[in-house]
C-alpha cells in the first residue's frame, strides 16, 4: 500500500517532533536521497513504489555514493546535508525517516532492503535484527 504524501509527512513529523512539514520534508529528502543512493534494482524500485510519488522519485535518483556507507557515516552524511544539524539531531532525521519508510515498505520488502545495506541499518530503520 503506498502511503499518501500527507500521511507519511505526519508520521515524520511526528516521530522526528519536528515544528513544521517542512523540517519534515527537509528530514525525508535528505535522508531517502542518501538511502537511494545504497540500493538497487527490483528492491529499490519496490521501495519507491511503497512511498508517495515526489519521495519515490528522490529515492529512485539518489546522491551519488562511492562506496556504501556504514551506518555511522550515513548519519554524518545526513548531518553535512542539512543546515545546522550535528549528528545528534541527524540520527534523529535519521529514525524519523526510515522508522516511516519500514512502516511503508513492511516486513518482507524492509529485510531485502536491509539485505542491500552494511550490517547496523537495522537500529537506523528502528527494528534490531536478531544476532
Do not use: C
Request: charged fraction near 20%.
Amino acid at each position: 500500500m503506498v502511503l499518501r504524501r500527507e500521511a507519511f509527512l505526519g508520521q515524520v513529523k511526528e516521530r522526528g517532533e519536528y515544528g513544521t512539514k517542512q523540517e519534515a520534508q527537509r528530514a525525508a529528502r535528505v535522508v531517502l536521497a542518501l538511502l537511494g543512493a545504497h540500493l538497487v534494482g527490483e528492491v529499490r524500485a519496490r521501495l519507491a513504489a511503497r512511498l508517495p510519488e515526489d519521495f519515490a522519485l528522490i529515492l529512485l535518483n539518489p546522491l551519488q555514493s562511492a562506496e556504501p556507507l556504514t551506518p555511522e557515516r550515513f548519519v554524518r552524511a545526513t548531518a553535512a546535508w542539512i543546515e545546522g544539524a550535528t549528528e545528534q539531531t541527524a540520527t534523529w532525521d535519521v529514525g524519523a525517516v526510515l522508522s516511516t519508510v519500514a512502516d511503508a515498505a513492511g516486513q518482507d520488502l524492509l529485510e531485502q532492503v536491509l539485505f542491500q545495506l552494511p550490517t547496523g541499518y537495522d537500529l537506523l530503520f528502528g527494528h534490531p535484527q536478531p544476532t
